[in-house]
């Protein structure tokens, strides 16, 4: 009786991490994704009500894969540049860029040492601080990889890209971003 149930409770954890290690991320298109009352560098708040009507592109990185968010940004700027505003500095562009900084793994760090090293690597008061990590843990990318997420005006997602730029990656996204650019 002791063995069967030890090898029941073994089948069952098994079955459990299988179907863990099998489910899909949470965040695909048409999910909902709302960053309201994210915190910035500035340490002001996200409010997606406050701009309505626009669609968002997320850049969700850490400090590890930095770079990748930067060759997507220079590869839609490129292509974008007269679309595109900052979140804080909107002023009628169809899309707003919101930096999101995953901080999980830096939870301990007081929030001026994190604005002070954003600000040294060039960021500006308009970068989200994730704290915990949502963001990434949604789109259920490797920590390696770098998200880049179009966000709708109905606040629902668009297009996710993760890892590298590369033109056939951003096929997609930039069909999504030239939708919402008109």
Known sequence: ???????????????????VASADPALKPGSPL???????VGGGKFEASALPHRAFLVFAS????ADQTRRWGDAIGARFKDKLAKWTEERGEPILIVPVLDLSSARFMPQSVVA???KMMGGGNDVLLDWK???SQQVG???????VILIGPDLKVQS???GEYSP???TPLFAALEADAK
């Open 133 to 135: 990590g949502v963001v």
């Open 116 to 118: 002070g090293l954003v």
């Open 160 to 162: 996710i890209v993760t």
């Open 168 to 170: 056939a990656a951003a």
């Open 62 to 65: 850490n400090r590890q894969n």
């Open 1 to 19: 009786m002791r063995n069967w149930l030890l090898l029941h409770s073994l089948g069952a954890a098994m079955m459990l991490l299988a179907s």
């Open 34 to 40: 709302d960053l309201s009352g994210m915190p910035s």
């Open 141 to 147: 990318a490797p920590s390696s990889d770098a998200a």
